[in-house]
């Protein structure tokens, strides 16, 4: 038998289904932040251990979705402080080593998008991850990663500019043919 009230365990079950239901935003937020599936699922399942660790910090009926993304982007600020001297896995080697293309276009697009996100400035690249993938507000995005709206706004329309340019190049330049829905390869680096 538990020692805890009806109430307490009302208010964690309560925290655990959104937990829960926020665990592919999560997951796609740290997927878009390092760029690496394991890392991410690791980073994401770290921030809900320390969600869940510091629930009665949590403050009911203010933004959830704001708190635990704050949580995830400092998990990922401390992993990388962390791991300065660690070697990382080269994905434009791989994709040199790989014997077959992928079967369906979109997976190409997909890559080439991947590929230009992580060439951004991690202030942009945040900030389309948190607007443009997760659909979170402008508001919840400012209090996430702790600036102005304005600052915001800023950072989304100069990241979507430089997302354009880096996928589709200056004119002649383009990674993908819009004419022929082709990846062109040759202009992959």
């Known amino acids: 038998m538990s020692d805890e009230s009806p109430e307490k365990l009302a208010a ?6 959104e937990l829960v239901a926020l665990i ?26 320390r969600g869940w660790a510091a629930r009665a910090s949590f403050t009911p009926g203010s933004n959830f979705r704001a708190w635990m993304f704050m949580i995830l982007r400092n998990q990922f600020y401390t992993t990388l402080r962390k791991d300065k001297r660690m070697t990382s896995w080269d994905p434009e080697e791989a994709e040199r080593v ?29 900030v389309l991850l948190l607007i443009g993938a997760n659909g979170v507000s402008y508001e919840e995005a400012a209090e996430v990663i702790g600036c102005a709206i304005g600052t915001i706004k800023s950072r989304l329309a100069r990241g979507r500019k430089a997302l354009a340019l880096l996928i589709d190049g200056p004119e002649g330049e383009a990674l993908i043919d819009r004419s022929k829905g082709e990846a062109r390869f040759d202009k992959v680096a």
């Open 12 to 17: 964690d079950q309560q925290f655990r289904d």
């Open 24 to 49: 592919p935003s999560l997951r796609s937020f740290a997927r878009g932040l390092c760029g690496w599936r394991d890392m991410a699922d690791d980073m994401a399942q770290e921030a809900m251990l």
């Open 98 to 126: 790989l014997v077959e293309a992928p079967a369906q276009q979109d997976a190409i697009h997909l890559a080439d998008v991947a590929k230009a996100l992580q060439k951004l400035p991690p202030e942009q690249r945040e």
